[in-house]
């Protein structure tokens, strides 16, 4: 299965590509995720991405792009992959397309995941993040239930004011993938709304008509 997941931030993006990349066993390619991870490790990318995530900006596609495309010529992607927060703008998506019609491995599904702009503010600004593995956390949960990890914190980027440029920066620039996903015929949309595990069956469900 090769999909991805496309919806603002605060969907719920991260929790279900969780669940969905063990569902189907394949890896959950987070560009959120591995500029953290590069981030806390101080690596040149990290450096390079820094301003522009504590913004609530896009990272350039230059250096999005290159991270992308060398994630998806490891290994472990020859039985699919689920990618999370990329692309983010219809450059990505355009340079996306291209890569995986090189490698004759064309995306199968963009799963749309559909929020109303209250519930996104109200879900973001109570969101923790756990800092030992990076799994988002429950409002007013004490422990990660990934890993169980006690360290949950609010990420830079979660607090009000970069929320508000967050979902700017979406509406400008990311929402219109939706309708370059609609005219490939790939798009599939569900609410993402009630619990995370009614949202999970929901795509899997949507998914299971593909193929
Ligand atoms: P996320 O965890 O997906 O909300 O991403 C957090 C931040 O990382 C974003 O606000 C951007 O600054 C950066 N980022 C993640 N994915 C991308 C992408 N595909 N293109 C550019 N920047 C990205």
Redesign the pocket.
């Known amino acids: 299965m090769r999909l991805l997941l496309v919806g603002p931030?605060g969907a719920g993006?991260?929790t279900q590509a969780q669940f969905l990349a063990a569902h189907y066993s394949i890896p959950h390619i987070?560009?959120?995720?591995i500029?953290?991870a590069n981030l806390k490790a101080g690596t040149d990318l990290g450096n390079q991405?820094k301003s522009?995530?504590d913004?609530?900006?896009?990272?350039?596609?230059s250096?999005?792009n290159d991270m992308?495309k060398d994630r998806l010529t490891q290994s472990d992607v020859a039985k699919g992959f689920l990618l999370?927060?990329?692309?983010?703008?219809v450059v990505?998506a355009e340079v996306l397309r291209e890569f995986l019609a090189e490698h004759k491995t064309p995306l199968q599904a963009a799963l749309e995941l559909s929020i109303s702009a209250d519930e996104i503010i109200r879900r973001l600004s109570s969101r923790r993040t756990c800092r030992a593995c990076g799994a988002p956390a429950e409002a007013g949960a004490t422990k990660c239930s990934s890993c169980n990890g006690t360290d949950l914190y609010q990420?830079e980027?979660d607090k009000e004011e970069v929320i508000a440029r967050?979902l700017e920066?979406y509406q400008e620039q990311t929402a219109p993938i939706i309708a370059f996903y609609r005219s490939e015929g790939i798009l599939l949309t569900i609410p993402a709304v009630g619990s995370v595990a009614e949202i999970t069956k929901h795509a899997i469900t949507a998914l299971s008509n593909l193929a």
Not at 84 to 89: A, F, K, S
């Open positions: 931030p993006k991260g987070s560009t959120g995720d500029f953290r991405a522009f995530m913004r609530g900006e896009l990272v350039p596609d250096v999005t992308v999370d927060g990329y692309p983010r703008n990505q990420r980027d967050r920066v």
